[in-house]
């Protein structure tokens, strides 16, 4: 805005000074009406004006987009592999690579680049934690992707920002980035001590309500792929 206005500033002060009326040498020409290059000039401004902003928002929207790769700053090179799902009123992560899973906790080294795929297991939903990255939307039957890192450890709140009912206001989680090897030896006391989330514990996670964090021990490895299937069934439609 800067760009525009303090030229056209300067410009209001240099021809009121110009064509003062002490000024011999400025011309009056009553008759004026077409100039070639003043009208070049007012339509270039604008143009480049705009150009520069859509370049701009064109360029950062893409830079910006959840599901475009982020490259690795530090730490492993591929990507940790999570999967989402959105449940009335909690959230389930699950750690196919390890065999665990949390409900409203999520335990990420810092430093590496975290590939998220989410779903929900119920209404539609959207993913947000504000300090990590963009918000993405989940729904029943469907993936979306979203790719985020926390570049140093810390705990970082996320939430729903997508009404779902009742406990809408409750369905909050905490991210914690911790060091890798504290990472390792979170995987290994769930791995021994967590409760075992099978395709039972999933429906009584999956009933209505909300839920403190809890850590899992993952005896279904296809979970995932299993609520998505679920979703997609005829016989978890409802007629319109």
């Known amino acids: 805005m800067l760009a525009l206005i303090v030229p056209i500033i300067v410009l209001t002060l240099v021809f009121a000074w110009w064509f003062r009326a002490g000024n011999k040498r400025a011309k009056r020409k009553p008759d004026w009406n077409y100039s070639g290059a ?3 000039v007012n339509w270039m401004v604008p ?3 705009i150009l520069f902003l859509g370049g701009m928002g064109w360029m950062a929207a893409h830079a910006l987009d959840p599901a475009k790769p982020l490259p690795a700053q530090s730490g492993p090179g591929a990507p940790l592999e999570i999967q989402v799902v959105s449940l009335d009123w909690k959230w389930l992560f699950i750690y196919p690579g390890a065999g665990v899973a949390t409900v409203n906790h999520l335990v990420v080294p810092a430093g590496r680049v975290l590939h998220l795929q989410l779903t929900s297991g119920s209404v539609m939903n959207s993913f947000f934690v504000p300090q990590l990255g963009s918000q993405i939307y989940t729904m029943a ?3 979306t992707t979203l790719y985020l890192q926390a570049d140093h450890p810390g705990t970082f709140p996320g939430r729903s920002v997508q009404f779902s009912g009742d406990g809408f206001s409750d369905m909050r989680f905490d991210v914690d980035a911790v060091a890798p090897s504290d990472y390792e030896a979170w995987l290994a006391r769930t791995r021994a001590s967590g409760a075992r989330l099978d395709a039972a514990g999933y429906a009584a996670l999956a009933r209505p309500g909300t839920s403190a964090a809890r850590d899992y ?3 279904e490895p ?6 998505l299937a679920a979703s997609m069934s005829p016989a ?3 007629p319109h």
């Open 38 to 40: 003043l009208e070049v």
């Open 47 to 49: 143009l480049m004006i």
């Open 141 to 143: 039957g469907m993936t």
């Open 217 to 219: 021990q993952l005896a």
């Open 222 to 227: 296809r979970l995932f792929n299993t609520i």
């Open 236 to 238: 978890s439609s409802s």
